[in-house]
């Protein structure tokens, strides 16, 4: 018993440091505050001391993008399983049991329709927590079955990437996933039905180099990375200093490259009020 107990009055609780659960406190990577966890949840993930986007699992993206109770989960055919037998320090299908129990869902996505702000929408969301949300034969599949289902139901379409690029154990099957994305997304165009991307943190690689850029309307969030190789590897490669925020939402939004930044709180409405016009409803 510490010295502490000894003195502390009947009645009164100290509490261990086993008492206190190691997650409850979550440091802002952009600030350094300590949140409280619960707090940083009900503000959807934002810092409260700094506005600093949280990365955000698809669950709770889609708690608030969609009205409740309209969500509808789309299925998605399943491909072959590790198709080139692929292992390193681990053998593929052990890495994708272990990113299944971690993000708890089939693969690095989720296609559901739901309605947003009144709007019935068809949306495809990537999971980060699922092998950071790399793109392999699946999540390829999953974007070509997003874009035939708002073609086939005449819907608008969201597109929430969220990855570190093309899938490596999948080999050149992921990056064949480029080319057929894309082609289902010019498909949906050529249908004239909206197509939005929101870009989170962090789009890199393959999937920025295809369907990721191809919106007719590029929302990102504040403060997201969005690039295709990333900034350590651009300066040691090009051996000069990189401006201040370069790859970040508000650079890009700068140069041309998104049409608007556009927070948590006013994204549902947004894509919601973009909607209308485009579709003239």
Known sequence: MSWLRSITK???FTRSKKDVKA?????????GDMLYRKDLAANLNICTNCGHHHRISVQARLAYLCDEGTTQEVSVPAPKVDPLKFKDRKSYADRLKDAKKASDGEDAFKVVIGDVDGVTTVLCLLDFAFMAGSMGTYVGEAIVKA??????????LVLVPASGGARMQE?????????RTTAAILDLKDAGLPYLVLLTD???GGVTASFAMQGDVLMAEPGALIGFAGPRVIQQTIGETLPEGFQTAEYLKDHGMV????????????IAKIFKILTKA
Not at 23 to 31: A, G, L, M
């Open 259 to 270: 049409d608007m930044v556009t927070g948590r709180h006013q994204q549902k409405a947004e």
């Open 23 to 31: 997650n409850v406190w979550v440091k802002c990577p952009s600030c």
């Open 10 to 12: 009947p009645g009164v």
């Open 147 to 156: 874009a035939q289902t708002a073609k086939e139901k005449n819907l608008p």
């Open 202 to 204: 962090p789009t890199t």
């Open 171 to 179: 080999g050149i099957l992921s990056l064949m996933q480029m080319a």
